[in-house]
């Protein structure tokens, strides 16, 4: 069987692990043992499981995406609602899990890095909510490509430093995240938003996107009375993949597919698809796939999505992926826009960039399966990427 | 013996405290790194690190980042640093240490770098991004090819660590004055000495401190209270705005630290 918690180090098998300077070795070891102490803590569940659901809005419906089944003529395609979710993404369950902790540890100021702005605004809507000083990063790249989170982040009372060094994406804002981190460690929590980096985050934040899987276990179970033969979740850090496909890992019938971004083309540069163009090495903190040049120096990286534009993934995955337990795929920037187009015209609902990215899988993969049970997982609501489906669906946006 | 232990065997009996200069390799070209290693030297630099450029250097500033970008935009990786160690070799037996982070030398290989490294001249390697936890197989082959390693010990680390870390550490130890990044700044951190202290009790090693230092101010500040002390940002400064300068530069940082013997 595999296991599904981390070593005491925080290995799954040879990733993950803790790879920081020094400073932060210490205020790793007291988040490991204050979200340690939590875990146990009834009354610390009580709060977040309020919160998730009377703030949130948990549960999330498993939604039967009857149109859009009908249409491909295979498998039954359900959807889980995350989009449906405050703030419009999964990213909310993670930052209200660690807002809790940094209450605990008696922090008042929040730092985080925003890639999509998604895991930022929901970071500053948690900051609002606990009156916590909040700081996100962002890549200049980014801040230009989603400048409605921008705003709404600002809008909450968030300051938005741009970063402009390397690719000016998510990697870059993670890296000034950590300096500011090691800075001002003694006041500052680091929210950090997805499955990624040193121990503990990765099994703390998938734990706190757990609910997602879980939910969708007995939602599909009640609408079904059996488990989904497929889950499908996008991956760019991996957080909303790996709170949907965890508490069906050892459910041995249910094939779990990630779908990275294979941007716009297979050459390095180009894509996100770190399974089929990457190797193992280590990237702000954690042992993992990444994507690199001969000497080891970080390669950049696109996709149209800038919450899958990232050059590593998260060392679960990593883990997974090594043990044939999860299937790691990629679809590109035209496949994800235009499974956008057909999920909003079959079902109505816009997805977000990153969440069409397991749409178009799941489109493309049903027909070849039919009677069996799919389980997307809808990430994230495509309202902050507007501006982008205008941009490459011009045809629709003549007056 | 390795040379870095040779240096602080000397120094002690110099009763002098050491100057430790740090560069990014390769910026603003690979060719003109060992003429400022010389440079240096003459300045009174006793130990030279050499940076290894990585796209992503979590634990440096925006200048040594930039040096950085600048390196690896010239073509500089790390056969290309162990080149420029080897071309200094032929001239000079100042310590040479390799500082840069894991990713770089996990593509390169342990045994590998082990070797080659020793080939080129180089004494010592120090990864920013490898906490002692992770670091047994890479202290392991470095020790057995007769290559120091320093680790990193900071103001945040409990007494454990800093036991973990003396551990792992041969050469010297090198403290982090402050919590943060690489650069400079205009006091030494009240928190410095008490991590000089607390070090003292845990082990014999050498100890050079490190982070923010960039005036003769600071260098007389520490001087005598520390084994060496390491110059890093202001050196990458100086070598990027005028090189021409950088004998003289590092001159006025060492003054502080002539001992009896100079």
């Known amino acids: 069987m595999i296991s599904t918690q981390p070593d005491a180090g925080g290995h799954f098998g040879p990733y993950g692990g803790r790879y920081v300077p020094e400073v932060l070795m210490s205020?790793?070891?007291?988040?490991?043992?204050?979200?340690?102490?939590?875990?146990?803590?009834?009354?610390?569940?009580?709060?977040?499981?309020?919160?998730?659901?009377?703030?949130?809005g948990r549960p999330t419906p498993l939604y039967f995406a009857k149109r859009l089944s009908a249409q491909l003529g295979g498998a039954k395609i359900y959807i889980k609602r995350e989009d449906l979710l405050h703030t419009g993404a999964h990213k909310i369950n993670n930052c209200l899990g660690q807002a809790l902790l940094a209450r605990r540890m008696?922090?008042?100021?929040?730092?985080?890095?925003?890639?999509?702005?998604?895991?930022?605004?929901?970071?500053?809507?948690?900051?609002?909510?606990?009156?916590?000083?909040?700081?996100?990063?962002?890549?200049e790249e980014d801040m230009r490509r989603q400048r409605l989170n921008v705003f709404r982040m600002r809008l909450l009372g968030a300051t938005v430093v741009p970063v402009t060094s390397g690719s000016r994406t998510l990697k870059d804002a993670i890296s000034e995240a950590m300096r500011d981190w090691v800075t001002n460690v003694s006041h500052t929590h680091y929210l950090l938003g997805s499955a990624l980096g040193a121990h503990?985050?990765?099994?703390?934040?998938?734990?706190?996107?757990?609910?997602?899987?879980?939910?969708?276990?007995?939602?599909?179970?009640?609408?079904?009375?059996?488990?989904?033969?497929v889950a499908i979740a996008c991956v760019g850090g991996g957080s909303n993949a790996i709170g949907l496909f965890h508490p069906f890992i050892e459910d041995d019938g249910v094939r779990l597919i990630g779908v990275e971004a294979g941007g716009s083309g297979a050459e390095l540069?180009?894509?996100?698809?770190?399974?089929?163009?990457?190797?193992?090495?280590?990237?702000?903190?954690?042992?993992?796939?990444?994507?690199?040049?001969?000497d080891g120096q970080i390669a950049l990286t696109h996709s149209v999505s800038a919450g899958l534009d990232y050059a590593s993934v998260g060392p679960e995955h990593a883990w997974l992926h090594d043990l044939g337990r999860a299937e790691y795929r990629s679809c590109g920037d035209d496949q994800a826009i235009a499974a956008a187009v057909t999920l909003s015209r079959t079902e109505g609902i816009i997805p977000a960039l990153e969440s069409a990215h397991a749409v178009a899988e799941a489109i493309r993969i049903a027909p070849e399966h039919p009677g069996e049970i799919f389980i997307v997982n809808l990430s994230g609501r495509g309202d902050k990427d507007i501006d982008i489906y205008r941009e490459n669906l011009k045809e629709m946006d003549q007056a | 013996m390795t040379?870095?232990?040779?240096?602080?065997?000397?120094?002690?009996?110099?009763?002098?405290?050491g100057m430790i200069a740090y560069l990014t390799a390769g910026d603003p070209n690979p060719e003109s790194t060992a003429g400022f290693v010389a440079s240096m030297e003459r300045a009174g630099a006793d130990l030279i690190e050499l940076g290894v450029p990585f796209s992503d250097p979590i634990a440096d500033g925006p200048v040594i980042q930039q040096a950085g970008d600048r390196a690896i935009k010239a073509g500089t990786n790390l056969a290309r640093v162990l080149a420029i160690a080897a071309e200094i070799r032929q001239t000079s037996q100042i310590p040479l240490l390799l500082f840069t982070y894991l990713n770089p030398a996990l593509r390169y290989g342990f045994e590998r770098l082990a070797k080659d490294a020793k080939a080129a001249g180089i004494d010592g390697?120090?990864?920013?991004?490898?906490?002692?936890?992770?670091?047994?197989?890479?202290?392991?082959?470095?020790?057995?090819?007769?290559?120091?390693?320093v680790f990193l010990a900071a103001p945040t680390s409990t007494d454990a660590r800093l036991k973990l870390v003396a551990e792992y550490s041969s050469g010297f130890i090198?403290?982090?004055?402050?919590?943060?990044?690489?650069?400079?700044?205009?006091?030494?951190?009240?928190?410095?000495?008490?991590?000089?202290?607390?070090?003292?009790?845990?082990?014999?090693?050498?100890?050079?401190?490190?982070f923010g230092i960039s005036t003769p101010a600071h260098v007389a500040s520490l001087a005598g209270k520390v084994e060496a002390v390491v110059v890093g940002s202001a050196i990458v400064r100086q070598i990027h705005s005028d090189s021409s300068k950088l004998e003289g530069f590092l001159r006025d940082l060492c003054g502080p630290l002539a001992g009896p013997a100079a």
Do not use: W
């Open chain 2, 174 to 210: 090198y403290l982090v004055s402050r919590t943060g990044i690489t650069g400079e700044q205009d006091n030494i951190s009240s928190s410095a000495m008490p991590l000089v202290d607390r070090m003292r009790a845990i082990t014999k090693l050498p100890l050079a401190m490190g």
């Open chain 1, 106 to 139: 008696g922090k008042k100021r929040i730092i985080a890095e925003t890639g999509a702005g998604q895991h930022g605004v929901a970071t500053a809507t948690v900051c609002a909510l606990f009156g916590l000083d909040c700081t996100v990063y962002m890549g």
């Open chain 1, 269 to 294: 540069g180009l894509h996100a698809a770190r399974f089929s163009g990457g190797s193992p090495g280590v990237l702000q903190g954690t042992r993992s796939y990444l994507l690199q040049d001969e």
């Open chain 1, 27 to 56: 205020p790793l070891e007291e988040l490991q043992n204050v979200y340690a102490e939590a875990r146990l803590d009834p009354a610390f569940h009580a709060e977040l499981d309020h919160l998730l659901k009377t703030y949130a």
């Open chain 2, 3 to 17: 040379r870095i232990a040779q240096l602080f065997e000397r120094l002690r009996a110099e009763n002098r405290t």
């Open chain 1, 200 to 229: 503990p985050y990765p099994a703390m934040v998938r734990d706190f996107h757990r609910v997602i899987g879980q939910e969708a276990r007995e939602q599909i179970l009640e609408a079904e009375g059996r488990l989904p033969d």
């Open chain 2, 125 to 149: 390697c120090l990864l920013t991004d490898v906490s002692v936890e992770e670091a047994g197989e890479y202290v392991k082959v470095m020790r057995d090819a007769g290559l120091d390693t």
